[in-house]
């Protein structure tokens, strides 16, 4: 079955202690991209990358990390996470990443830093 | 910067009637706009995809037009059903060679049987 795999589903941490949320797609996807999700202000993208090794910033990149080392995996790394990222995670991913592909998203991560 | 607003109220319709969702968008000519369903705990789950040619495209009961003078998209769906309760969102690509892709808020249909 094609999907979009994000482990794990929830996650409740401390501030400042680094964390990775996996995404692996097995669709053989060339593009993937992570957005968070809160209330009143919608998915918003953090990164995104169009291939192995070129990842580039969405619109709200700061605090994350990125690596694109092979094409199935994309993980999102928070290095000291801080309360203001608790927030719904969802990793996409789409054939070539131009306008006109559709974007398959996994189930979300719930992350919550106490 | 670009902006995209959604009915910001949830939309309560009765089964078997349309239910008009609305998408403005302000500080950009898209070449494409695309719409999604979400379900209370999923992702969101691509429904249609519309080319800035394009006047109208259907699906089954879901219809979507495509107005670039009056930078709006309407998303409609026909004969509703209970089933059809979920948030829908729509998003613009930037630019052709994509990468970024910024979401409306989404509006929240509720389809009473």
């Known amino acids: 079955e094609a999907q979009v795999t994000q482990n794990p589903r929830y996650l409740i941490t401390v501030t400042g202690k680094k964390l990775t949320v996996t995404c692996s797609q097995n669709?053989?996807?060339?593009?993937m991209s992570w957005y968070r999700q809160d209330p009143g202000l919608g998915l918003r993208q953090i990164y995104y990358?169009?291939?192995?090794?070129?990842?580039d910033k969405g619109d709200v990149p700061e605090g994350y990390k990125v690596s694109r080392k092979e094409k199935r995996n994309f993980p999102l790394i928070l290095e000291s996470p801080s309360p203001n990222q608790t927030s719904l995670y969802f990793c996409?991913?789409?054939?070539?990443?131009?306008?006109?592909?559709?974007?398959?998203f996994g189930d979300g991560t719930r992350l919550s830093i106490l | 910067s670009q902006k995209i607003e959604q009915n910001s109220e949830a939309l309560n319709i009765q089964e078997g009637k349309t239910a008009t969702l609305t998408c403005n968008y302000t500080?950009?000519?898209?070449?494409?706009l695309q719409w999604y369903r979400q379900d209370p705990g999923r992702g969101p789950v691509f429904l249609l995809l519309?080319?800035?040619?394009?006047k109208e495209k259907r699906k089954e009961r879901l219809k979507v037009t495509f107005d670039t003078t009056l930078k709006q998209s309407l998303f409609h769906i026909t004969a509703s059903q209970p089933a059809d309760s979920a948030t829908y969102l729509c998003?613009?690509?930037?630019?052709?060679?994509?990468?970024?892709?910024?979401f409306g808020q989404g509006t929240e249909l509720s389809v009473k049987p």
């Open positions: 519309i080319r800035e040619n394009e």
């Open positions: 990358s169009m291939n192995v090794e070129v990842t």
């Open positions: 669709m053989n996807h060339e593009y």
């Open positions: 996409a991913s789409s054939f070539s990443g131009t306008a006109n592909q559709p974007q398959h």
């Open positions: 998003a613009l690509p930037l630019g052709y060679q994509g990468g970024k892709l910024i």
């Open positions: 500080n950009y000519s898209p070449a494409y």
